[in-house]
């Protein structure tokens, strides 16, 4: 299997993908709670599926600072806090 190549530029436009799908699902998560009705099953789905995009995020965020120690600004970045 052929190895891929990882660059600072790759990593910071799978980081800016990556936060762009977790605001989608919080604004969803947001939808959600706000249904009189809403689906628990549906929901925890979706907290489940942020968190990971979180941890996605966070690695590759690690990622890019191993490669590349300097300072980075992303586009729209978003720091993801434990909580």
Do not use: Y
Request: no cysteine.
């Amino acid at each position: 299997m052929k190895r891929r190549r990882l660059s600072p530029k790759s990593l910071k436009a799978r980081i800016d993908t990556l936060t762009r799908r977790h605001r989608e699902i919080d604004l969803r998560i947001t939808r959600e709670q706000s249904q009189p009705t809403g689906d628990a099953l549906r929901l925890k789905q979706l907290k489940q599926e942020r968190l990971g995009l979180r941890d996605a995020i966070r690695l590759t965020q690690t990622l890019l600072k191993r490669l590349d120690p300097r300072p980075v600004r992303l586009a729209g970045q978003q720091q993801f806090h434990s909580g």
